[in-house]
């Protein structure tokens, strides 16, 4: 890093991260919190493949908090899981990447079909800022009784309203109304529901 971003600034890059501000990820404890994460999401995994209610616990622990009823299908990706919360009786498909370096929200009632990507992660469009590993995130957040189809990609800083429904593929890269069907790269709403 050639300029001294944070010059004046006696916070830790896990205190600016948690403020929401840039950082670098170089902080041994975000290294530590995220080595955490990826150990308890594979504890979770092997657990349940043997026995799904077994595995419960391992997915409090891992995740801010989870509604009753909640089925999550490993293999899951995380990087803290400690930001992610998931409301009552949502249903999350296979190979779930939620990048939750800011907090993600997911509503009761949901389906998050399989492969979908909740990405909070933002960097700098710049070069200079880019190359030095400046990042920061915003949060996203998902309604109740949403339906997220299969590879759908929900991009950082967007909410998605209740009861809506997503179509498989498309790319969420602005907020999407509540009772709404929305499909295409950008996803926009093609219909009232």
Not at 52 to 68: D, K, T, W
Not at 147 to 164: A, K, M, R
Request: one cysteine or more; glycine letters at 10%; a negative charge.
């Amino acid at each position: 890093m050639t300029k001294d971003y944070f010059a004046g600034d006696p916070r830790t890059n896990l205190e600016r991260m948690l403020a929401g501000d840039l950082y670098i990820a170089d902080d041994p404890e975000i290294a530590r919190r995220q080595q955490h994460a990826m150990r308890t999401a594979a504890r979770y995994q092997a657990a349940y493949v043997e026995d799904a209610a077994q595995a419960r616990p391992l997915l409090a622990e891992l995740l801010g908090s989870v509604g009753e009823e909640v089925e999550l299908r490993p293999p899951l990706y995380v990087d803290y899981g400690s930001n992610i919360h998931i409301g009552a009786r949502t249903f999350v498909n296979y190979n779930l990447t939620a990048l939750d370096v800011a907090r993600i929200t997911v509503g009761e009632d949901c389906q998050i079909g399989p492969n979908v990507q909740l990405l909070t992660p933002t960097h700098p469009v710049e070069p200079e800022p880019r190359r030095d590993k400046l990042e920061a995130a915003l949060p996203i957040t998902i309604g109740n009784n949403v339906w997220l189809g299969g590879g759908v990609i929900v991009c950082p800083g967007v909410t998605i309203g209740d009861n809506s429904v997503v179509g498989a593929g498309s790319v969420v890269t602005k907020d999407i109304p509540a009772g709404v069907v929305a499909v295409g790269n950008p996803a926009r709403p093609v219909r009232q529901l």
